[in-house]
């Protein structure tokens, strides 16, 4: 896989395919881009697991917090590494040791660790890294382009939304 680049259906097919989410480095200052993420995709029906240690057994956002990944109690399909790009490493190896096996490694913006994505993708895992799953979902689902981000063109005017009430995004829109 070219770490570079990600084909749309690529990065599609995992949101897609994936429910429950663990996001290694929650936090619970609601100023924290992780906890912006975790409430984005909690809002968009994913089931998210928060992980972080100095948190566990809090609850944020109305989940359970786990100390580490092998606490939570059921499969995962997707580790989202909130970390930085060395932690990335032992993170990336307690997802290895899951059975069964997450079916992703998510590194977020900035996060890259080459050899941990090897070490994933050897044992079947797709691996995206230094991507941010909430602007991915935004961008393919079409969101974005509701406050002028893909049209090049920004403006004041609302969006006419179809339909009465909140209009739900969906990844499924033609390619």
């Not at 995206?128 to 799953?133: A, E, I, L, Q, S």
């Amino acid at each position: 896989m070219n770490h570079d680049n990600y084909p749309n259906d690529y990065i599609r097919g995992i949101l897609q395919s994936v429910k429950t989410i663990a996001l290694v480095g929650a936090s619970q200052n609601s100023a924290r881009p992780s906890w912006i993420v975790m409430k984005y995709l909690l809002e968009r029906g994913y089931d998210v697991i928060p992980i972080n240690p100095g948190l566990a057994g809090q609850e944020l956002l109305g989940k359970r917090v786990y100390g580490s990944l092998a606490e939570v109690p059921g499969p995962i399909d997707m580790v989202e590494i909130f970390r930085n790009s060395e932690a990335a490493g032992p993170i990336t190896d307690e997802a290895l040791a899951l059975n069964p096996l997450p079916k992703v490694i998510w590194m977020q913006l900035s996060v890259r660790n080459d050899e941990a994505a090897k070490r994933a993708e050897a044992k079947g895992l797709q691996v995206v890294m230094d991507r941010c799953p909430k602007i991915e979902f935004g961008r393919l689902s079409g969101e974005i382009s509701w406050q002028g981000v893909n049209s090049r063109m920004i403006s004041a005017k609302k969006p006419i939304l179809s339909g009465k009430g909140f209009q739900k995004l969906s990844l499924n829109r033609p390619r």
